[in-house]
C-alpha cells in the first residue's frame, strides 16, 4: 500500500509530517513529490528536499494522492498535470486526500459538490456539497481535513480507509492519542 503526497514552497509541515508519520506506523508507504523540483520550503522554513520530481509520477503505484495545506494551495491548484491527475485518480475509483486550504481545490473543480466535506474554515466556499465542522471527514473516495490541529486526525482516517479500522486504532493507542 502506497501514498503518494505532493507538496511545493509554502506546505504546512505539520499537516505533511503529521499525516506522514502516522501512515507510515500503519504500514502505508509515503512518498514525496515536489511539485516545482526535488525540494521545497514549508510554511514555517523547514527544508525539504530529496523529493520525487512530480514529472516522473506514476498514477499506477499508489492508492491515494495527499495534498497538504499552506499557501503553496495556490500552486497546486494552477497546475494543469495535478488537476487532470486528481480528476484520473477519483475516475479510477482512488482516493484523494487534502487538507486545510487544499479541500478548495477539489471544491473548485466541482468534486466536493453534494460531497460531506471540510477545509479550513475561512476558506469555506459554496463548493455544492455539506460542509462539516469535524477535524476529518469522509465521502466516497474523498477525504478532507480541517487544519494543522487535525493533521494526526487526518492521518488516522486516511489510513482507516486504506488499511481498515482496526489499522487505525492500534496506531492510535501506539500514539497514546485520544
Not at 487544499?102 to 459538490?113: A, D, N, Q, W
Request: with cysteine.
Amino acid at each position: 500500500m502506497k501514498a503518494c503526497m505532493i507538496i511545493a514552497d509554502g506546505f504546512e509541515e505539520m499537516e505533511a509530517m503529521g499525516s506522514y508519520s502516522v501512515l507510515n506506523r500503519g504500514g502505508v508507504t509515503v512518498d514525496l513529490y515536489g511539485l516545482k523540483g526535488d525540494k521545497a520550503v514549508s510554511k514555517h522554513g523547514l527544508n525539504v528536499c530529496g523529493l520525487k520530481p512530480f514529472a516522473s509520477f506514476k498514477d499506477e503505484d499508489y492508492s491515494v494522492i495527499i495534498l497538504p495545506g499552506g499557501p503553496h494551495y495556490k500552486a497546486l491548484e494552477a497546475d494543469e498535470n495535478l488537476k487532470k491527475l486528481i480528476k484520473d485518480f477519483l475516475a479510477s475509483g482512488k482516493k484523494i486526500a487534502a487538507i486545510c486550504a487544499s479541500p478548495t481545490i477539489l471544491g473548485r473543480m466541482g468534486l466536493l459538490k453534494g460531497k460531506n466535506y471540510t477545509c479550513y474554515t475561512s476558506m469555506n466556499e459554496d463548493f455544492g456539497g455539506v460542509y462539516k465542522g469535524d477535524y476529518a471527514v469522509t465521502d466516497g473516495n474523498i477525504i478532507t481535513g480541517k487544519g494543522p490541529a487535525a493533521a494526526i486526525d487526518f492521518g488516522l482516517e486516511v489510513l482507516k480507509n486504506l488499511k481498515g479500522a482496526q489499522i487505525a486504532e492500534e496506531v492510535k493507542k501506539g500514539m497514546y492519542y485520544k
